[in-house]
């Protein structure tokens, strides 16, 4: 069961409001995807009116879904294309140099796909030094991709890394201004993206400003294919891309809104057996995403090691291992997993045996407490949305009690189309957790903004961000109202997310400022306000050449 918004604005003790907003009966079929999907679709429509804009003419050319590169090693990098051809199978060639202009050649080859991948082609490039930019291109049926940049992970001692973490891009909400400034910037190390890439509904059905295709949800293999490929023809998707590596884990909307193992909210019997649904998402994700393919059908969990600072463990909380949502009586019961008793074995070996620094969970759900006092009952708090990892209560403690016994683990969240920075203590809203020094805390959460998918604009959301705040003194900073993205920086000393928002996902908006940046000190849990952005190094790699045009 998805949270409806009227739902979420009485629990948040907004009855009122609900009212004033015109929160009606009709919004019954708006789902809260993970909390902020579907949220307020009076103020999303005042967003998306006004006819659909089906801008400048797409790309052209075998190579027009673009490039991309992925799951960084010391030693090699995945590199992807797609080629357009009407011939049963194509040679498609790749070389990887070190300079832009592609003249100190380090590797080469050649590889053959059809239509059995959907023309995708996929090269793990092996043999490379790590901590180094790389710049790649394909040619094939005549002609040459753009060139496209990429870098490997270090090993040994690593001074500094930075990472962008985005989520949500919704095509149909706006353009995506966020990828376009994550292109532009040259010092980022890889792109985490948690999830929410694609959106599976039709036209008209989730935002109004573009028009998705197919034009209806998908649901087979092809449909998902074809959702993919118009995506991959967005010129600001493709920008970032053509310079960074990507570390992708999928959320709901890659299969269908609210999934689970066994099902989706959006998943009806009309539309076929839920396990056929789940195998076309997953082979298109494979096919279309820089993702290493595995042994193991579904499975996306996985580890990337960054030298001695950092390891990713990038974890799936929906599809793997994920029981149904709970409800206010069940969300306690200790049977209940959220990424399946396999992934949870694994990622609590990670945490204690892992010999990097920081330990960075990459995954989708909110992670810390997110609570109400209940009426008329102080001091017992109930939780709002049982999608998020509130709804896995007994999971949840099993995961903390391993965060007190490691040091430096961050957990980085998507999903919910908004910026949140909170510490994560087991007993929030007692004396055994200080929200001044953080005593009490065992790890720390940031949770990155939509690339372009709606959350809570206006006073409504900064209501709702300043109760949230009061309610939760773990909580340090909410903004539901802002699209965007965090640059998270990590040295041997501390971790920085420095959160960029922009002023609106429309054709003539896309101006992002720095909001906040928020410290994590090495050894102590705790998040607190610090001064930023951070400068960009003048040593960065320089960026590829001819970035694609904007869409606009
Ligand atoms: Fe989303």
């Not at 604005?9 to 929160?23: D, I, N, P, T």
């Not at 929410?196 to 509904?201: P, T, V």
């Not at 291992?321 to 399946?340: H, N, S, W």
């Amino acid at each position: 069961m998805a949270m409806k918004r009227r739902d979420l604005l009485k629990k948040m003790g907004l009855a009122g409001v609900a009212v004033a907003a015109g929160c009606g009966d009709d919004d019954d079929t708006m789902a809260l995807d993970a909390g902020m999907d579907g949220a307020m679709p009076e103020l999303d429509a005042a967003t998306d009116m006004g006819p659909i804009d089906m801008g400048p003419p797409e790309p052209t050319g075998p190579f027009r879904h673009g490039i991309a590169s992925g799951d960084p090693l010391s030693d090699s990098v995945l590199l992807w294309t797609h080629i357009t051809t009407d011939a049963a199978s194509a040679d498609v060639d790749w070389v990887v140099a070190t300079d832009p202009a592609m003249s100190d050649v380090v590797a080469m080859g050649s590889t053959t796909t059809d239509a059995n991948r959907d023309f995708t082609v996929k090269v793990d490039v092996t043999g490379l030094d790590p901590a180094t930019t790389y710049y790649y291109r394909f040619s094939g049926e005549g002609t040459m991709s753009r060139v496209g940049r990429t870098r490997t992970a270090p090993t040994g001692g690593v001074d500094r890394l930075r990472f962008a973490v985005m989520s949500c891009s919704s095509f149909d909400h706006g353009y995506f201004h966020a990828y376009r400034h994550v292109s532009e910037r040259a010092d980022i190390d890889a792109v985490l993206h948690l999830g929410d890439y694609i959106y599976e509904y039709g036209p008209g059905e989730y935002g109004g400003v573009r028009e998705a295709d197919p034009p209806g949800e998908i649901v087979t293999l092809e449909d998902y294919r074809r959702r993919y490929a118009q995506y991959r023809r967005d010129g600001d998707l493709q920008a970032a891309h053509q310079q960074h590596p990507f570390i992708v884990v999928w959320d709901d909307h890659e299969t269908a809104n609210n999934s689970y193992r066994d099902g989706a909210e959006n998943h009806d019997a009309d539309e076929g057996s839920w396990e056929e649904r789940k195998a076309a998402a997953f082979q298109a994700y494979i096919e279309w995403m820089p993702i290493r393919e595995t042994e193991t059908p579904l499975q996306i969990w996985r580890s990337l090691q960054y030298g001695d600072l950092v390891e990713l463990l990038m974890l799936d909380t929906r599809i793997w291992g994920r029981d149904e949502e709970a409800t206010q009586e069940t969300r306690t019961d200790p049977e209940r997993e959220l990424l399946g008793a396999d992934q949870e074995a694994w990622l609590v070996d990670r945490l204690e045996n892992g010999t990097a620094q920081w330990k960075i969970l990459g995954q989708q759900v909110m992670f810390g407490h997110f609570e109400n006092e209940a009426d008329g009952m102080p001091g017992v708090y109930r939780p709002i949305n049982l999608d998020q990892w509130d709804g896995y209560a007994a999971a949840r403690s099993r995961m903390l009690d391993v965060f007190e016994t490691v040091d430096d683990v961050i957990v980085l969240t998507g999903d919910i189309h908004s910026s949140w920075v909170m510490d994560l203590t087991p007993v929030p809203h007692t004396d055994g957790y200080d929200p001044a020094t953080g005593d009490g805390s065992v790890a720390v959460e940031f949770v990155t903004s939509a690339v372009t998918s709606p959350g809570i604009v206006g006073p409504i959301g900064d209501t709702l961000a300043t109760i949230a705040m009061e309610q939760n003194s773990h909580i340090h900073y909410v903004n539901l109202g802002q699209r965007g993205y965090f640059i998270l920086d990590l040295t041997a000393d501390r971790a920085q997310a420095d959160y960029f928002l922009l002023d609106g996902v429309q054709v003539d908006e896309g101006a992002q400022e720095w909001a906040v940046s928020y410290e994590v000190p090495t050894g102590v849990p705790h998040a607190s306000a610090t001064s930023g952005p951070l400068p960009m190094p003048g040593d960065a790699p320089e960026l590829a050449p001819d970035p694609p045009p904007r869409p606009l």
